[in-house]
């Protein structure tokens, strides 16, 4: 949205995006390529319409689980 304003469920997801690559930043370096990659990949593997706020709130509940188990320090690599 270029100079446009968001809603509050689409800041909600760039908030989350940006989430993500802040936990993946405490992985080690030598395997944060490929959580960069694997982020990408699960936020651009669904084609969501902008204004199926269910699906979206499900996808979002389901990411922030996600990004709690990956989170783990014990957690140090991704395998795509």
């Known amino acids: ?3 446009g ?3 509050g469920l689409q800041q909600q997801v760039v908030n989350f995006y940006r989430e993500c690559f802040r936990a993946a930043r405490q ?8 959580f960069y990659t694997y982020i990408r990949r699960e936020f ?5 319409r902008k204004n ?3 699906t979206i709130e499900y ?5 922030k ?4 188990a990956y989170s783990s320090p014990s957690i140090q690599d991704i395998h795509l």
């Open 27 to 34: 992985k080690p370096i030598e395997t944060r390529a490929r």
């Open 1 to 3: 949205m270029a100079g």
């Open 5 to 7: 304003r968001r809603s």
């Open 59 to 63: 996808m979002l509940r389901r990411g």
């Open 44 to 48: 651009r593997a669904h084609d969501i």
């Open 65 to 68: 689980r996600q990004l709690e």
């Open 52 to 54: 199926d706020f269910t």
